[in-house]
């Protein structure tokens, strides 16, 4: 499901459900697309039949928040935590700086997102008005509640974490990801995260300031070893259940998390 007001898109959600329940969620998504302050003058809906297209199905990633409070100590955050990850600082920083101004050519948000080079920084997504969005993913019968029970033991109830963590998981086993970051764009939403296979779901309680409506996502991959054809496949079209949640962490400090990154023998990437 996609809304949008006067052309500029306001709420998106997606899922995989059995098809007796097909008419119940979109009902759902209307619910939820008509929800929104902003009442939408369009909805586009969506519907693929999944038959005799294999299901993956993969585990939550884990997740844990970061104690820190303000954007620019989150930020500062989030860069360390992507060199764990193999991204340079650069790079990150790059990320950061094109998000944070709008990552279309427009100088608007972009809908997909980013895929940045995890040395350099440079962009390589084909289209950079639209981005790669991640489709077909949802959660097994009783997980997504399951999930849900898990994150608000920590705290964590906005509907948001939930369906991010959600994307985020299918995006970390996209082939040859490296990682993730992400904020949102809502400007009454700071919270991001950076996401990988191996450091699962980090939260940063904030990585931009309040009001700041400038928000969007980036993958990063290498560019030698990026094979476009595989990522957007997977991507776009590989059928991906969350078959069980992950652990859901308390919350830590920054210097606490980075040193059980040392002592599990990651090196940040300068
Ligand atoms: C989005 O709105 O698409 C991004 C949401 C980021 C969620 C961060 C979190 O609460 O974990």
Not at 21 to 40: C, E, N, Q, T, W
Not at 80 to 109: D, F, K, M, Q, W
Not at 163 to 183: N, Q, R, S, V
């Amino acid at each position: 499901m996609s809304a949008s007001v006067r052309g500029k898109h306001v709420s998106g959600a997606e899922g995989i459900v059995p098809s007796d329940r097909v008419d119940a969620f979109i009902h759902d998504l209307l619910s939820r697309a008509r929800g929104k302050a902003a009442g939408p003058d369009e909805i586009v809906l969506s519907i693929d039949s999944l038959d005799g297209v294999s299901i993956r199905t993969l585990r939550a990633l884990d997740v844990v928040t970061l104690g820190l409070s303000g954007m620019e100590a989150g930020r500062a955050a989030a860069v360390t935590v992507l060199t764990y990850t193999g991204v340079s600082r650069r790079a990150a920083a790059e990320a950061i700086s094109i998000i944070s101004r709008g990552a279309a050519p427009s100088g608007e948000n972009m809908r997909g997102a980013m895929i940045i080079d995890a040395r350099t920084g440079e962009r390589l997504e084909a289209d950079q008005e639209r981005g790669v969005r991640v489709t077909r993913f949802g959660w097994s019968a009783g997980e997504e509640e399951k999930t849900a029970r898990k994150l608000e033991e920590r705290g964590l109830s906005h509907v948001r974490t939930r369906e991010a963590l959600a994307l985020a998981t299918k995006g970390a086993f996209a082939p040859g990801l490296i990682a993730e970051l992400c904020w949102s764009d809502d400007p009454d939403y700071t919270a991001g995260y950076v996401a990988s296979p191996v450091l699962g779901y980090v939260r940063f309680p904030s990585l931009k300031d309040f009001g700041d409506a400038k928000g969007g996502r980036a993958y990063f991959v290498s560019k030698e070893r990026f094979d476009e054809t595989a990522f957007l496949a997977y991507t776009r079209t590989e059928a991906v259940l969350i078959d069980s949640p992950g652990l859901c962490r308390p919350e830590v400090s920054p210097d606490e998390f980075l040193r059980a990154l040392e002592t599990a023998k990651g090196s940040p990437v300068r």
